[in-house]
């Protein structure tokens, strides 16, 4: 069981109790016109995470070694949504935990996401091996030549 389901109410029902002591009737209606709002913001994010969401493929993100680098541990799923604007590509069977899921880019890189009761707890980036290795590139080039575009080598990447 997830201590934030019992914790919130909790703080709730304690902020109703500490409005009602401090301003009665008046104190209960600001709090509760508070409570409400601050929930409908609440709502109004998830909403609007998951149309985002909805319009992209699943499984897809823009960059996955940007994802990488903005990803830290305690992220919560809703927040990896709205980065990714994408849902993940889910890995493990459903129901189970930890949950897994992954983001693939159109380069081939990805980034497998591991979620314990919906928080970010470990993630790993895949890219695939380079295309053009360094004996492809010519070693010399003088610094008159590497300032002028039209100069530098061209470089092919040919599968091997």
Do not use: C
């Not at 104190?27 to 994010?45: D, P, Y």
């Not at 159109?106 to 979620?115: C, K, P, R």
Request: hydrophobic share 45%.
């Amino acid at each position: 069981m997830n201590p934030r389901n019992i914790w919130v109410p909790l703080v709730g029902v304690l902020v109703l109790l500490l409005a009602w002591r401090a301003y009665g009737w008046g104190g209960v209606a600001a709090a509760t016109g508070g409570l409400v709002m601050w929930g409908l913001l609440h709502i109004t994010r998830v909403i609007q995470v998951m149309q985002r969401a909805a319009r992209r493929p699943i499984g897809h993100v823009d960059s996955a070694v940007m994802l990488n680098a903005r990803l830290s541990a305690g992220l919560n799923l809703l927040h990896v949504l709205a980065l990714t604007r994408a849902l993940g590509q889910p890995q493990s069977e459903p129901e189970t935990q930890p949950e897994v899921y992954r983001w693939t880019d159109e380069g081939g890189s990805h980034v497998t996401a591991e979620f314990r009761d919906g928080r970010l707890k470990s993630w790993a980036l895949w890219r695939p091996e380079a295309l053009v290795s360094l004996a492809d590139v010519p070693a010399t080039a003088s610094n008159t030549e590497a300032d002028d575009p039209q100069a530098l080598p061209k470089i092919r990447a040919t599968p091997e």
